[in-house]
Every structure is written in C-alpha cells, then in structure tokens.
C-alpha cells in the first residue's frame, strides 16, 4: 500500500465503475460460498464494487455477492472511520483469506444486505489476511487491527456465504438498526 496515495498494492485504479443495486437478505446468493477468481478478469468488477461502497453512506466495505454476483472479490476502505486505528486505504482482494487471527472481541456490526438490524459478533481485534490484487493478480498479506480487521473478516464471510448473523451468540445479540434524523 502507498499511504500517500491511498491506492492498493500494485497501484490499480478503480474508477470508473457503476453503482449496482445492493442484494439484501435472503437472497441466495449471499447464503452460497462465492467462486474463485482470475484476479485479472475482474477489474470492471472490482470498480463497481468501489463505486457502489462510495455512494452508500456509513459503508465500509462490500463483496461481490452482495451485488447479486458470486464471485470471490471484495472492497474494505476504513479511511476516516471513527473507529479506524490501523488503515490501509483501499483494499481491493480477490479469493481471500485468513492467515492468522487472535485477540478476539464483541463488537456491534451492520450490513446492507441487512439494512434494519446491527448485531454483537466476536470476531479476531489482531489479523492476517492473504489474497491476490484484482487488476494484477499480485499476491499479498495485509496484518491490521481493530475496525480494519472486523471490516476484512466481515466482506471474508460474505465470500464464504456468512452474514453477520450467523455470527452472533443469538437473538439476544441482534438489535433495530438506530435512525438518526
């Protein structure tokens, strides 16, 4: 990652892609794991993804499956986040996964697969992760904390057909998403 520029590896552009409509719970699509990808095909992709993320308020990452395509790609960005300690700008990552994870913890998480309810999901605070760059197919590990690696394990399910709902403890653990006027 070049932080000045706030580009992925490999310095891949992502502009230009189109807003696609977001697929929302019980869609199919999201309870089915994702296929692997050929990181090189799946730029166009990869910009409609980034494209949709950016106009969606309070959105910080989405996968491929929550626009109706079950491909292995996803996009984090938790640039400026409250909650944001470590940052590596945008990540862009096809056929992820989790290399080592530790340091665990509860915390509150949302999705616009599931627009109207947030809930408490235990996830690692401490995690690597490997994947390849869409665009170049470069092979990289990412190792972040706290919202970054809730973020990356949250899209990571996605891929592997999980909502964040099959991740809580129970029905005590799921809330009403809070509107703010």
Not at 14 to 24: A, F, K, L
Not at 106 to 119: A, F, I, K, N, Y
Request: proline share 6%; charged share 20%.
């Amino acid at each position: 990652m070049n932080p000045a520029s706030q580009q992925p590896v490999g310095e891949i552009r992502y502009d230009g892609g189109r807003v696609r409509p977001v697929v929302r719970a019980p869609a199919a699509v999201l309870s089915a794991p994702a296929e692997p990808v050929d990181p090189t095909a799946v730029v166009d992709l990869a910009a409609d993804l980034v494209a949709t993320m950016r106009v969606s308020p309070g959105c910080v990452g989405l996968a491929a499956v929550q626009i109706g395509v079950p491909a292995h790609v996803f996009v984090v960005d938790v640039t400026g986040h409250p909650k944001t300690r470590t940052c590596h700008g945008l990540i862009v990552l096809c056929n992820a996964t989790v290399v080592a994870a530790s340091q665990w913890k509860v915390g509150r998480e949302g999705c616009m697969s599931v627009p109207d309810l947030t809930g408490d999901v235990r996830r690692a605070g401490r995690l690597t992760v490997a994947g390849e760059v869409a665009g170049t197919g470069e092979r990289v590990e990412i190792t972040t904390d706290a919202f970054e690696a809730r973020a990356l394990q949250h899209e990571i399910d996605h891929c592997g057909g999980l909502l964040f709902l099959d991740r809580v403890a129970g029905a005590h653990a799921v809330y009403q998403r809070k509107v703010y006027l």
